[in-house]
């Protein structure tokens, strides 16, 4: 990886006698002794690398990784929202919906994880959240990965709209949900959950 480097939001030049083995990981870090010092990650010192100049940002940016010729060999551009896996932002929502207090969770939150390395990078039905219960997994496997290693289709845009095409809906309103998938291979049927909200009440339970 000598000249190597991690462009976009962040800054990284991978250092001179850097090389990976078929099946290895690094880590690059923001700071690198402090990840070591989580012990839930059981990562080794010289498997961390960095740290990297600049902050990634929480709402998304492109982040590409350079040859030593300076020509892009991969990237992704991710995003906070839908259709991204919004469940990858921290703990995915705050602790009155959830339930969950996010200290408990204090730098073992969920984190994007890329379901298929062969596939591209700015499709967001090849990513997902890692499972909370889990922690993150920086130089294993992704948990995904372990499990199945082609995406399943996602829904990438979804809309709401009475008989006149409006997405001002009354409640004697019918409605018509459109939405369009990734890929549409394998789906044999869908199941639909919706939220009615009523603005002027809190606690609504969720209907099927």
Same mark, same amino acid.
């Not at 995003?79 to 919004?86: H, T, V």
């Not at 922690?135 to 082609?150: D, F, L, Y």
């Not at 008989?163 to 949900?177: C, E, F, L, P, Q």
């Given at each position: 990886?000598? $000249?190597?480097?991690?462009?976009?939001?962040?800054?990284?030049?991978?250092?001179?006698? @850097?090389?990976? &083995? *078929?099946? &290895?990981?690094?880590?690059?870090?923001?700071?690198?002794?402090?990840?070591?010092? =989580?012990?839930?990650?059981?990562?080794?010192?010289?498997?961390?690398?960095?740290?990297?100049?600049?902050?990634?940002?929480? $709402?998304?940016?492109?982040?590409?990784?350079? $040859?030593?010729?300076?020509?892009?060999?991969?990237?992704?551009?991710?995003?906070?929202?839908?259709?991204?896996?919004?469940?990858?932002? *921290? !703990?995915?929502?705050?602790?009155?919906? @959830?339930?969950?207090?996010?200290?408990?969770?204090?730098?073992?939150?969920?984190?994007?994880?890329?379901?298929?390395?062969?596939?591209?990078?700015?499709?967001?039905?090849?990513?997902?959240?890692?499972?909370?219960? +889990?922690?993150? @997994?920086?130089?294993?496997? $992704?948990? !995904?990965?372990?499990?199945?290693?082609?995406?399943?289709? =996602?829904?990438?845009?979804?809309?709401?709209?009475?008989? +006149?095409?409006? =997405?001002?809906? *009354? +409640?004697?309103?019918?409605?018509?949900?459109?939405?369009?998938?990734?890929?549409?291979?394998?789906?044999?049927?869908?199941?639909?959950?919706?939220?009615?909200?009523?603005?002027?009440?809190?606690?609504? @339970? +969720?209907?099927?």
């Amino acid at each position: 990886l000598d $000249n190597w480097r991690i462009s976009g939001g962040i800054d990284y030049a991978f250092p001179e006698g @850097t090389s990976l &083995e *078929s099946g &290895e990981f690094l880590v690059v870090a923001r700071d690198p002794k402090r990840l070591v010092g =989580i012990k839930e990650y059981k990562l080794a010192g010289k498997k961390v690398l960095g740290p990297y100049e600049g902050v990634l940002s929480n $709402n998304g940016e492109r982040v590409r990784v350079e $040859n030593a010729a300076g020509n892009t060999e991969d990237s992704v551009r991710y995003s906070a929202q839908f259709p991204w896996p919004i469940g990858a932002d *921290s !703990i995915g929502a705050g602790p009155k919906w @959830t339930g969950i207090d996010p200290m408990d969770y204090q730098f073992r939150g969920s984190s994007l994880e890329r379901i298929n390395f062969s596939l591209p990078g700015d499709d967001p039905a090849n990513w997902v959240a890692s499972p909370l219960e +889990k922690n993150a @997994t920086p130089s294993r496997p $992704n948990h !995904i990965a372990r499990k199945r290693s082609m995406p399943l289709p =996602i829904v990438t845009s979804v809309r709401a709209i009475n008989r +006149k095409g409006s =997405i001002v809906i *009354s +409640k004697t309103d019918s409605v018509r949900i459109e939405a369009k998938l990734s890929d549409n291979k394998g789906v044999r049927g869908l199941k639909l959950e919706y939220f009615y909200d009523n603005l002027e009440k809190e606690g609504e @339970t +969720k209907v099927q």
